[in-house]
Each structure stands twice: as structure tokens, then as C-alpha cells.
């Protein structure tokens, strides 16, 4: 039997990242709405954060920026002609739409599907459902390429099985695993799945229904005692947690999370308990910090890691150090010696100021030894491509992009011209719909 081990692919940062405020509920995101980006340092900070991840010793992939603007979508609304003809009309008749098809959202790769590891499905294989993210305009034409990446860089189908995302738009609404946790003794045993939906509050709409997560673990062929269906609170989502993981993390045995999280806390946590006997529930209190303290700083949306040493480690973004009363609460964690054993701070701000911390540039994955050895290598990392990946982003990306930048139907080229280098750069062939 081989080892299993948990598997981190980033989204690499697209070069049109823009603030655009187009996630209503998404409090960083409208704050920052129409101020300058700076897509070069955004891609550099993804770059440094999993460069960090495999210097811990842990295999680290990523997945590619997906093609924007987005012409197949404004195609099909009715723009036509060549693509700067469309790029032109799209200005003049739906200014508000370029925001949408240029948007890099796909960098939150947490968003990107809901996995199921091998030790845990009917027929033994790896399972994935790419996220319909039916919500939100911009993140909801993600799905199509999202599964297209997954497919090409999970190809061999005795180890891995592609579902579609789910139908019926936000009636099934599906955020992927930025709503799902997995709780095991180790990344090598078989794991119960929490999944976490939410009911509109009165400020937000939710965006993970319990349908959704239903009709995942089904396709998935998880056991039914395998599973748990816990309501996220309306007060972490109207406080601004669009998706639980900007206010709770599992890691193996571990669920690390605010007190406030789920709406009925006893009873989820009675839930969970009952489904996995072994999880230790690490809380913070609303005394040590506060729904908003835990919204504003991402003390939540960290990374939670099992290092070689078998020890817990937390990645957590700067503004988690900022905040004095979080970090006062990760310093009495620490000396509290409980299973989380050590933090680490990273600059991930340009995301962060779109809502997207270290939790949300990453989806997991675990795999066995033969299936990681399965999955294309291009989008395993090491230290040689890191540095070529950091080489490619200072050629091609700008430090400056404004809203109106997009307007401009040159940049297209500029955009598709980077992701077209990085294609030669992996040597991918055409990957890419403008390619063909
Ligand atoms: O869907 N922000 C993303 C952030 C996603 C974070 N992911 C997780 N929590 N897992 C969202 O709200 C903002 C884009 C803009 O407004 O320009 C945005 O889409």
C-alpha cells in the first residue's frame, strides 16, 4: 500500500487581477472596488506563499490562470466580429460586463471543485466536481475552463473520475471546497466530510446550498455515516464570511474555527463528533475574537498543515499579525501547546484586498503515491520552475492596472500574450481557446 499525502494546488494569479467589487457579501472585495491592482505583485506574493509551503517540505501544484476577457462568454450574450470588435462593443453597450470577463477570480482555486480522495469513494478513485458558482456573474463562467484544466492535469481515468458541475444555477448553488472540510486520524486514513452550507441572512445572500452539497457527496460515493451536513451561522455570513473557510479550517484530526461559525453550535458539533470521535475542536471564543476581528484579519481563512515531522503548522495572512487582539490569541494558542504548533505570516495582500486569503488560493487534494505520480508533472512545483514562473510573471504582467485599463483593447493582447508564454513555458501545446 503506498503513502497518501495532501497535495496544495494554488491558482497562479492570473495578469488581469483587478478590483472590481463584484461579490456582494465579499466585505474586502466592496471596500476595494475600482482601485488600482498591481497584478505583478499579486502573482509574485502566490509564488513566494507556495514556495514557502514546498520549503516546509510539502509537494506543492498549482493550476493555470484561466483565458481573460473571456470572449467565449461576451460571444455568447451576442457581441460579434473580431475579438477587439467585441472588446469595443462590450465597452460602448455593457461597460459593466468587462469587469466580469476579465476578472481573475480563478486564482481562489478553493472555489475551484470539491475533491474526494481515493480511500474514500465506492470505486477507489479520486473524485472531483468542479464548482458551478452559480452566484456571482464572474466567478459562475469559471466552471467550463476549471474543468477543463482539471481534466488535463488529472487525466488518467483509472485513478480519477471528472463530474460536471452541478446543474440548476443557484438553486444547486456549489462554492467547492471553500465549504467543505476533511477529518481524519492522517491524510493516509479513510475521512469523514463536513460540509457546510448556509441560509440567506438578512444582509447576505448565502452561497453554498445544502442541495449542492448533497448532490457532491453522492456523485462522489461517499458513505452516508461519512458525511456532515452543518449550517453555516447568518451571523458569520452577514458579518462577511461568504464561504466557511473565512471562518473555520479542518486539518486530519483538527477543526480550528470561530465559536460562532454554525448556527446551531451544539448540535454541529454534537454532529461532527458523533461522525469522527477523534476530531479536536479548536476554538476561538467571541471574547478572544470577535465575528469581525475574524473577518477582517483572516485569522480563519489559514492554511493548516500536517509538516513531515507529523506537527500542525498555520499559515496565516500578515493581516493576522496586524491585529493585535489575533494575534494575542495566536501567541496563548501557541503557548497553550495544543495540536496547532506553529504560524507563519504571509504577505498575500493584493488577494486579500479582493477577500481571497491563504485558504482560498489553494484547493487540496490527497493523493497516493501512484495517483500524484499520475497527475501531470508541469503543475508540480519546484524551486527551478518557481523561479521560471517568477521570470515569465515580471515579463508579462503589469504593476498597475486600473478599471479602465480594461477598456483598452490592446490589453487583451497583453493578457492573452502572457498566458500564450506561459503555455510555451510548460510546454503545454495549445491550452487556451484563443490559441485554436
Ligand atoms: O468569490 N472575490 C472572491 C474571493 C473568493 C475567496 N475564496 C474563498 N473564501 N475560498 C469571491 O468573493 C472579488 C472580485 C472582484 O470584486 O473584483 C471576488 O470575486
Not at 467550463?144 to 481515468?157: C, E, V, Y
Not at 440548476?168 to 462554492?175: C, K, T, V
Not at 491585529?323 to 486579500?352: C, Q, T, W, Y
Not at 499520475?374 to 523561479?387: G, H, P, T, W, Y
Request: charged share 20%; glycine share 8%.
Amino acid at each position: 500500500m503506498s503513502g497518501f499525502q495532501e497535495v496544495n494546488f494554488d491558482g497562479l494569479i492570473g495578469p488581469t487581477h483587478n478590483y472590481a467589487g463584484l461579490a456582494l457579501g465579499n466585505l474586502a472585495a466592496a471596500e476595494n472596488a475600482g482601485d488600482v491592482s498591481n497584478p505583478r505583485a499579486a502573482a509574485l506574493q502566490g509564488l513566494i506563499k507556495m514556495r514557502a509551503v514546498m520549503d516546509l517540505g510539502l509537494v506543492q501544484g498549482f493550476l493555470p490562470p484561466q483565458s481573460r476577457p473571456h470572449l467565449h462568454t461576451l460571444r455568447g450574450l451576442g457581441f460579434s466580429g473580431t475579438d477587439k470588435q467585441i472588446i469595443s462593443a462590450a465597452v460602448t453597450h455593457s461597460p459593466g460586463l468587462l469587469a466580469n470577463v476579465y476578472s481573475a477570480s480563478c486564482m481562489w482555486t478553493a472555489n475551484a471543485a470539491t475533491v474526494a480522495p481515493s480511500l474514500d469513494t465506492q470505486d477507489g478513485r479520486v473524485h472531483f466536481t468542479p464548482a458551478n458558482l452559480a452566484r456571482n456573474f464572474h466567478r459562475a463562467i469559471e466552471p467550463d475552463q476549471t474543468a477543463l484544466a482539471l481534466k488535463h492535469i488529472f487525466a488518467d481515468p483509472s485513478f480519477f473520475v471528472h463530474h460536471p458541475p452541478l446543474p440548476g444555477g443557484i438553486h444547486f448553488g456549489d462554492e467547492g471546497a471553500a465549504n467543505h472540510g476533511r477529518l481524519a486520524a492522517s491524510h493516509a486514513a479513510p475521512g469523514v466530510h463536513l460540509f457546510v452550507y448556509g441560509e440567506d441572512g438578512d444582509r447576505f445572500p448565502a452561497r453554498q446550498k445544502l442541495a449542492a452539497s448533497q448532490a457532491v457527496a453522492r456523485s462522489h460515493g461517499l458513505a452516508g455515516d461519512k458525511t456532515v451536513y452543518v449550517q453555516q451561522s447568518k451571523a458569520a455570513l452577514d458579518a462577511g464570511a461568504f464561504h466557511n473557510d473565512v471562518v473555520g479550517v479542518a486539518n486530519e484530526q483538527v477543526l480550528f474555527l470561530h465559536e460562532q461559525s454554525f448556527e446551531n453550535r451544539e448540535a454541529a458539533y454534537a454532529a461532527i463528533r458523533a461522525a469522527a470521535p477523534n476530531v479536536q475542536i479548536v476554538e476561538a471564543s467571541s471574547d478572544d475574537v470577535s465575528l469581525q476581528d475574524a473577518v477582517g484579519s483572516y485569522l480563519f481563512n489559514s492554511q493548516l498543515l500536517t509538516l513531515p515531522d507529523g506537527t500542525q503548522a498555520l499559515i496565516l495572512p500578515t493581516e493576522s499579525a496586524e491585529n493585535p487582539r489575533v494575534k494575542a490569541f495566536l501567541d496563548k494558542m501557541i503557548a497553550g501547546n495544543g495540536p496547532i504548533a506553529s504560524v507563519h505570516f504571509l504577505n498575500v495582500r493584493e488577494s486579500m484586498r479582493n477577500g481571497g486569503g491563504p485558504a482560498c488560493l489553494r484547493l487540496r487534494v490527497v493523493l497516493s503515491d501512484s495517483e500524484l505520480s499520475a497527475v501531470d508533472q508541469n503543475f508540480i512545483l519546484s524551486a527551478e520552475k518557481i523561479d521560471k514562473l517568477e521570470a515569465w510573471v515580471r515579463d508579462h504582467y503589469r504593476d498597475r492596472l486600473s478599471p479602465d485599463d480594461l477598456r483598452d483593447p490592446d490589453f487583451m493582447d497583453e493578457a492573452f500574450g502572457a498566458l500564450d508564454a506561459l503555455t510555451q513555458l510548460l510546454g503545454m501545446g495549445s491550452f487556451y481557446d484563443f490559441q485554436n
